[in-house]
C-alpha cells in the first residue's frame, strides 16, 4: 500500500505490517484514504483529532445555514377588508422574518363552482405585497383549497425595513386622521 506520513509527505509503497510499525512509533493511526486506488492509498494520522475537528467544521457549517420555514395564511373567497389586511399584515411579517408563505383560500360548498373569486383575492395578495415577494408558486387547487406561495426577495431585504417604517409612519398618521 502506498503511504503518507501526518505532515503529507510520501513515505512510499510498503507492506501493510511496516505501515502499521510506522504509526504505532509515532503513537498515531494508520487510516485507509482511498481504498480503490492501485495500491491503496494510506495515511498516518491521529483519527481522533481528524473526527472532532470534521464535527467541529459541521458544526460550524450548520451554524452558518438559514433555515426557511413555510408558513400559512388561510383566507376565504368572501373576506372583508379588514381581516384582508390583518392576514396580509401576518403574511408580511413571516416575509419580512425570511420564510416562505403559502396563502390558502378555502372553498366551502358551492364556493368550489366560482374559483374566480379564490383567484382574484389570491391576485390582490400578490399585488398587495408585489415589490416585497416573489410568487414562487401560481395560484393552484388542490382538493377544496387554492393555493399559491411567496417567498422574500433576496435582492430588497437591506431596503425593506426603511421602507416599512416610512408606510407603518404614514399608515399611523392616516388612521389618526380619519378617525
Given at each position: 500500500?502506498?503511504?503518507?506520513?501526518?505532515?503529507?509527505?510520501?513515505?512510499?509503497i510498503m507492506?501493510?505490517?511496516?505501515a502499521?510499525?510506522?504509526?504505532e512509533e509515532?503513537?498515531?493511526?494508520l487510516?485507509?484514504v482511498a481504498p480503490k486506488?492501485?495500491p491503496p492509498?494510506c495515511?498516518i494520522?491521529?483519527?481522533?483529532k481528524?473526527?472532532y475537528?470534521?464535527q467541529?467544521?459541521?458544526k460550524?457549517?450548520?451554524k452558518?445555514q438559514?433555515?426557511?420555514?413555510?408558513?400559512?395564511?388561510?383566507?376565504?373567497?368572501?373576506?372583508?377588508?379588514?381581516?384582508?389586511?390583518v392576514?396580509l399584515?401576518?403574511?408580511l411579517?413571516?416575509?419580512q422574518?425570511?420564510?416562505?408563505?403559502?396563502?390558502t383560500?378555502?372553498?366551502r360548498?358551492?364556493?368550489?363552482?366560482?374559483?374566480?373569486l379564490?383567484?382574484?383575492?389570491?391576485?390582490?395578495?400578490a399585488?398587495?405585497?408585489g415589490?416585497?415577494?416573489?410568487?414562487e408558486?401560481?395560484?393552484k387547487?388542490?382538493?377544496?383549497?387554492m393555493?399559491?406561495?411567496?417567498?422574500?426577495?433576496?435582492?430588497?431585504?437591506?431596503?425593506k425595513k426603511?421602507?416599512?417604517t416610512?408606510?407603518?409612519?404614514s399608515?399611523?398618521?392616516?388612521?389618526?386622521?380619519k378617525d
Amino acid at each position: 500500500m502506498r503511504v503518507t506520513s501526518a505532515t503529507g509527505e510520501q513515505l512510499g509503497i510498503m507492506p501493510t505490517r511496516e505501515a502499521l510499525r510506522r504509526a504505532e512509533e509515532q503513537h498515531l493511526d494508520l487510516v485507509e484514504v482511498a481504498p480503490k486506488a492501485k495500491p491503496p492509498v494510506c495515511r498516518i494520522m491521529d483519527f481522533g483529532k481528524y473526527r472532532y475537528e470534521q464535527q467541529k467544521r459541521e458544526k460550524e457549517a450548520k451554524k452558518k445555514q438559514k433555515v426557511i420555514n413555510i408558513k400559512e395564511v388561510k383566507l376565504r373567497p368572501h373576506i372583508e377588508q379588514h381581516d384582508f389586511d390583518v392576514k396580509l399584515k401576518n403574511a408580511l411579517r413571516f416575509i419580512q422574518e425570511g420564510n416562505k408563505v403559502k396563502v390558502t383560500i378555502m372553498f366551502r360548498g358551492r364556493e368550489l363552482s366560482h374559483q374566480e373569486l379564490g383567484r382574484e383575492v389570491l391576485a390582490r395578495v400578490a399585488e398587495t405585497l408585489g415589490d416585497q415577494v416573489t410568487v414562487e408558486r401560481n395560484a393552484k387547487l388542490e382538493g377544496k383549497n387554492m393555493t399559491m406561495i411567496i417567498s422574500p426577495k433576496a435582492q430588497k431585504s437591506s431596503k425593506k425595513k426603511p421602507q416599512q417604517t416610512q408606510q407603518t409612519d404614514s399608515k399611523g398618521g392616516n388612521s389618526n386622521a380619519k378617525d
